[in-house]
């Protein structure tokens, strides 16, 4: 998902001006800049941005280049006086969209020289990016206009369609306080306080990279820095794990542990079947207590 | 803010000081320091001008122009002197400096503190550009 997203980013702005239209536009030229009102509707190449409100900041003026001798005015200076906008903030029901993907906010604000598109909302409504079925919300969405990547702060994103799962997929849910999309790199960059869920599980870890193939498919999820994975009353811990989104195993490293009603097991290396619950350990060591599992289904 | 113009021809009846031109045109020069002094002096032309001086009200139409020593040009049919506000009903085209607009209405402030297009706007706006 964290994939279509990344292709969501490709909202490059493209140069030239910016077609407007609205209800009524004020022009306040001592403060340099354009207020518009009302079903206000932004459009730039395949960048389309609709609002209530929207403020338009002009850059301080600066001389004009200097034009070679014998050449004429250009039709385009004449349009825009070598005044340029600078910002554009719009607000109230901030709806963006760019080719089949979407994003919504309350405020959204276009730094033309950074080339960065913001958006923010309240907490009751968060910002969210859409693509298709696919989400992906946070307090802050920053989209990079230019290179195409994305920063989320504070991201919740569901991987719908991450996992190649026949039937009905089990959504995999993240967050994390801060997310960046690398469009180019294929990847996901979670950092600080991640939390993935996936049914019962729930791992937690301080960073955390999703990679997608070249369809915008999650392939493989690896955390890093200390890993805590627990389902049920199973645990296991590990400095570092990696998630086979095919195979749907966790595989944890670095001094895994695997604590289960009493079992403790050790190892180079733990994998854990999130749907069956099928504990693999390499190298394996430890403490069983088989009389913890009686009655289990499947237990003798 | 000091007015002057010229017309290819002007009746003036003394009595409610109006005046009627034909091809009229003047200029105004705002104040220094003045809202409206961010526009610089500002030329109008027009077909028709109908005018109560004393009463501080007119009418321009036919192919009315507004030109803005800062680069803005606005064309209408119609505008309205009523005071303090200069008002149209009547399709408004604007070109300025980073902008270019139509619209449906404007109403302004004469002091330049408010220039409003209304009843729906339409236009472009010049991006800066990329560093």
Known sequence: ?????????????????????????????????????????????????????????????????????????????TIVGGQSVERFT?????????????????????????QTLVLTGTPQSPPVVRDGSETLSGERILLRLDSEDVDVVRPRVVLRRSIAEEGQPTPVRVEADHLLLLQARRLARFTDDVVVRRGDAVVRSPRMEARYDGEGQLTKLELRGGVDVRQGDRRATGLNADYDAKARTLVLAGDPKLYDQGDVLTGDRIDLALDTKEVRVERARGRLRPEAHKGERGAP | ???????????????????????????????????????????????????????????????????????????????????????SDTRVDAVGPGYRVESNGLLARTDGSVIQLTDGVKGKLQMEARP
């Open chain 1, 1 to 77: 998902m964290t994939g279509a997203i990344v292709l969501l980013a490709a909202a490059t702005l493209p140069s030239g001006p910016l077609d407007f239209k609205a209800r009524d536009m004020r022009i306040e030229p001592q403060e340099r800049r354009v207020v518009l009102d009302g079903d206000v509707h932004l459009s730039r190449g395949d960048l389309n941005v609709t609002g209530e409100h929207a403020v338009a900041e002009y850059a301080k003026e600066q001389a004009p280049p200097r034009r070679p001798r014998g050449r004429k005015k250009e039709a385009s200076d």
């Open chain 2, 1 to 87: 803010m000091v007015a002057r113009g010229t017309a290819d021809r002007l009746d003036y009846h003394r009595a409610g000081a109006r005046l009627q031109a034909s091809r009229g045109g003047g200029v105004i020069q705002p104040e220094p320091g003045s809202r409206l002094a961010a526009f610089g002096s500002v030329r109008f032309v027009a077909d028709r001008v109908d005018g109560e001086i004393a009463n501080r009200k007119g009418v321009a139409s036919g192919a009315v122009r507004v030109d803005a020593a800062r680069g803005d040009v606005a064309r209408t049919d119609r505008i309205y002197y009523d005071g303090d506000f200069l008002r």
């Open chain 1, 90 to 114: 719009v607000s109230g029901n901030v709806h963006v969209q760019s080719g089949s993907r979407t994003a919504d906010g309350e405020q959204g604000v276009m730094d033309v020289k950074a």
